[in-house]
């Protein structure tokens, strides 16, 4: 078996599990107990691909950046994620969820949201299916994601704004968490992160391992292997990583790189850079790297990106970072917004800021010219134009 | 024999008080516990503040946060009930998500308890599971007493492991329902605390959430050995100052 799948108790290593508050327990089990089987059954995987190809528009392409290949003279391939449906990688995970909940009997959907992506591909899924949906905001990013929230409304969620704690992403998880506790019975949580209790970070790096899935095929008809040297990914929670690594995980001559978000700088005290600034603790049922205080209160992140913005990171991140199998390198605002740019003006493609800090490694790191070098593209940036207008004064 | 265990021997309905450590004022820990024996409650849950309290409502999480700008730190604590038991006689639990205590170092949290003279830990997000391949040498050495959740969702066979593993009390929760979201039970709730009744365990069971005046202690307490009140206590010792804490205690008896 492989050291990177989780184990049946639901560790990566040392990190995982699913240290949930006893009401949560028959919700947590009866998805543990399931979810394997179900998302085996031909009928769900033919559900599942059927929606992935004709509704999210996958498979995705693997465009080859000239301009920026010559730039910084090595083979640089993006993986197209912004151009799924909804604009993001987000909606690979939702799809998923949904039919799993359908199958399980649930008829009303909660989710947890930060900059409104995740809200956005569960309000989606849930109007596409028919069913009731929920979505937990922090009331400041309701307030600073005003077309996000519009765009959940349109699609028939009620958003609900979580008014506790820092008012953020953390206390909108904590929220829907709270809502489950409530709800035990008819209620499914759609996690949008490789984050929580055993088994969500497992299952959400399974319905996003089709990123590393077409990767390899399409670099075998492009490239003649389906290995790259690299493959680059931001990781706040880490989904969109884990799908861009998930099936390179046991191919060591892949090297797999992790884009943190360091905020003003790794030391300023205004950070998300979870694997330098982190100590393993427990958050929203997952043992892992989080941040936090020295007595073990969680802190409150700070990156440009509302989507970076967490202070802990998915287990197996946490185990990948450990054994040193991934490296991980922090990416300031100041040098993701230029890259950011650097990006729309050499391929014609305006990154989400998240997406744009895997884009900054390029410059920190030297590849050679025969490297190849898949970079994850996990969203598009036109959520994040009025970040972009402000930073730059358009 | 450990004070819960003696506590729950005699022949009454027992009351327990949940407080959160640091609040209102830093420093009322202590006083707040002397008040609340004074005032003849029989069994004191510390609550240990953490930022992100999962199970609570918003009356706790409001607290918590509160008492960790106040200041409250588990040092602090474990300073402030450092001779707690030279004035107080009845069990004392601290309440607290696993976080803080891992951060202090589990063993150390556990002498610390030890040592003041603490008798038992609530731990909502620290699961059966892994308190049993990781901690239980660890509490069973410093004799502390680890108090389970049930839930009107846990299954019966749940329910046997629980009571198997427990030596105390089993704490459980009223309602599908984080803390202080609810007034009164219905006929659903009374017919689940009847039908734990008559699983006859072996650790007699106490009853938490949406305890908060005379009438739902009553109903509490028909089938089971106690209740727990928290977030109207918390309420109260928001708007009133600590030596009014008798007239809570005799309106809930």
């Known amino acids: 078996m492989s050291q990177f799948k989780v184990s049946e108790k639901g560790f990566y290593g040392k990190f995982g599990g699913a240290f949930i508050p006893e009401m949560l327990y028959p919700n947590v089990e009866e998805l543990r107990t399931q979810y394997l089987s179900i998302i085996a059954e031909l009928s769900f995987q033919e559900e599942y691909m059927y929606l992935l190809e004709q509704y999210v528009g996958r498979p995705t392409p693997l465009y080859f950046a000239k301009r920026l290949s010559e730039k910084y003279n090595t083979k640089i391939y993006l993986k197209r994620e912004d151009l799924c449906h909804t604009g993001a990688h987000k909606v690979n995970n939702t799809i998923g969820q949904i039919i799993l909940a359908k199958r399980l009997g649930k008829t009303r959907i909660i989710a947890e949201t930060g900059a409104g992506q995740h809200g956005v591909a569960t309000a989606t899924v849930c109007a596409l299916m028919g069913l009731k949906c929920i979505v937990y905001m922090g009331e400041i990013d309701i307030e600073r994601q005003a077309p996000n929230v519009a765009r959940m409304k349109m699609l028939g969620a009620e958003v609900r704004p979580a008014t506790s704690g820092s008012k953020t992403l953390k206390d909108a998880t904590n929220e829907a968490i709270r809502d489950w506790i409530n709800n035990p019975t008819d209620t499914f949580y759609i996690i949008g992160s490789v984050v929580g209790p055993h088994p969500y970070p497992d299952m959400v790096a399974k319905f996003q391992s089709i990123i590393s899935k077409e990767i390899k095929s399409q670099l075998q008809t492009q490239e003649g292997t389906e290995y790259p040297n690299y493959v680059i990914a931001c990781v706040g929670g880490g989904s969109n990583a884990a799908g861009a690594f998930y099936e390179f995980l046991d191919d060591e001559q892949v090297g797999l790189i992790a884009v943190e978000a360091a905020g003003h700088g790794v030391d300023s005290g205004e950070s998300a850079a979870t694997s330098v600034l982190g100590k393993i603790g427990i958050i929203h049922g997952s043992r892992t790297l989080l941040m936090q205080t020295e007595d073990g209160q969680i802190t409150e992140p700070y990156s440009i990106s509302a989507g970076l913005d967490y202070p802990g990171v998915g287990p197996l991140h946490a185990h990948l970072n450990d054994i040193g199998r991934a490296e991980f390198i922090a990416i300031t605002d100041e040098d993701a917004m230029k890259s950011g740019l650097e990006i729309s003006k050499l391929e014609g493609i305006i990154p989400a800021i998240e997406t744009a800090h895997a884009f900054a490694v390029l410059d920190k790191k030297q590849f050679k010219s025969t490297d190849i070098v898949v970079i994850n593209l996990s969203g598009r940036g036109d959520k994040d134009l009025n970040t972009y207008i402000n930073y730059f004064n358009f | ?253």
């Open chain 2, 1 to 253: 024999m450990n004070r819960i265990n003696q506590k729950l021997q005699e022949n009454k309905k027992l009351l327990s008080i949940y407080f959160t450590a640091g609040y209102p004022n830093l420093n009322d820990t202590v006083s707040i516990i002397h008040e609340l024996e004074k005032s003849g409650v029989d069994m004191i849950e510390i609550g240990l503040p953490f930022s992100d309290p999962l199970a609570d409502g918003p009356t706790i999480q409001e607290s918590s946060t509160q008492a960790i700008e106040n200041g409250m730190t588990t040092k602090l604590l474990f300073k402030q009930l450092a001779d707690i038991r030279k004035t107080v006689q009845i069990p004392l639990i601290i309440m607290g998500y696993f976080n803080p205590m891992m951060q202090f170092g589990v063993e150390k949290f556990c002498q610390k308890c030890n040592e003041i003279g603490i008798d038992g830990l609530i731990i909502p997000d620290l699961p059966l599971e892994e308190y049993l391949s990781e901690y239980q040498s660890i509490f069973e050495k410093y004799n502390l007493k680890n108090v389970f959740l049930i839930t009107p969702q846990t299954s019966n066979e749940r329910i046997a492991e629980i009571d198997s593993v427990s030596d105390s009390f089993i704490y459980m929760v009223s309602t599908a329902a984080v803390t202080g979201s609810q007034s009164g039970f219905g006929n659903e709730q009374m017919h689940y605390f009847e039908r734990i009744s008559n699983l006859n365990l072996k650790n007699p069971q106490v009853i938490g959430f949406g305890i908060n005046n005379n009438e739902t202690f009553k109903q509490a307490t028909l089938h089971q050995k106690g209740a727990i009140i928290g977030s109207a206590f918390i309420k109260f010792i928001a708007n009133n100052p600590i030596d009014k804490i008798g007239e809570f205690v005799k309106n809930i008896r």
